[in-house]
């Protein structure tokens, strides 16, 4: 199974730049990089996703690594809203189905 | 608007007893999901179909049971032969079985055992 490693929790004060990281070294060469977010008792949430370049949306970038075995999503601005569990997630092809292989996630605190 | 619409917000089982989880979806989706939440923990694939009239097992399918008779529903059966029942339940689509585009989740069903 493509597995991903994150940090169980980071904090991150108000109106500064948040870096979470994922590891993600058995990564296949075609596999696309997921990012989701989940505030308490809700789905997860889309956040971003990417294959090989950096990746730009209006919630977050996404840097991913030159040899693609790490990334990084970026929130340029964290506000109390961004506080939730963020799951970095690869798709899994190994048994020839396409399905999502969701780790523990980052839990990110924001503080005011 | 567009989304995916699960039913009921919490739901009540008594031992012995089959409960049915539903979600609907007007994205015009072909695929759909059923996931298990524990607390603490990430989601674990239960069941999923990609296209109607087909379903596959996911990870954790022993107990459970789906149907995928219509595009828009997929209904997952929690029966009395999962011991554990208890958790948070996602459904969520996608638009192609094989493709790399994200998934849109519900707001989920909270399970708990009477």
């Known amino acids: 199974d493509a597995k991903t490693t994150q940090p169980n929790s980071m904090e991150s004060n108000e109106e500064e730049p948040v870096h979470l990281p994922c590891n993600h070294s058995t990564i296949s060469g075609t596999d696309y990089i997921h990012w989701y977010r989940q505030l308490p008792s809700q789905g997860p949430e889309y956040v971003i996703h990417?294959?090989?370049s950096n990746v730009n949306n209006r919630m977050a970038s996404l840097a991913i690594a030159e040899d693609r075995k790490s990334s990084t999503l970026i929130l340029h601005r964290a506000t109390l809203r961004d506080a939730a569990v963020y799951y970095c997630?690869?798709?899994?092809?190994?048994?020839?189905?396409?399905?999502?292989?969701f780790g523990t996630g980052t839990r990110l605190k924001v503080l005011a | 608007d567009g989304g995916i619409t699960q039913s009921p917000k919490y739901l009540f089982r008594k031992e012995g007893q089959n409960v049915t989880l539903s979600c609907e979806q007007n994205l015009n989706h072909d695929a759909m999901y059923w996931y298990r939440q524990d607390p603490g923990q990430g989601l674990r694939l239960i069941y999923y179909?990609?296209?109607?009239?087909?379903?596959q097992k996911g990870d954790i399918a022993e107990g459970y049971s789906v149907s995928r008779e219509k595009k828009e529903s997929f209904p997952l059966t929690v029966t009395s032969a999962q011991k554990n029942p208890t958790a948070f339940y996602l459904c969520?689509?996608?638009?192609?079985?094989?493709?790399?585009?994200?998934?849109?989740f519900g707001d989920g069903t909270r399970l708990s055992i009477l």
């Open positions: 990417g294959l090989t």
């Open positions: 179909s990609q296209i109607v009239n087909d379903f």
């Open positions: 969520a689509s996608s638009t192609d079985r094989g493709s790399n585009q994200p998934q849109h």
């Open positions: 997630i690869l798709r899994d092809r190994t048994s020839g189905t396409y399905k999502y292989i």
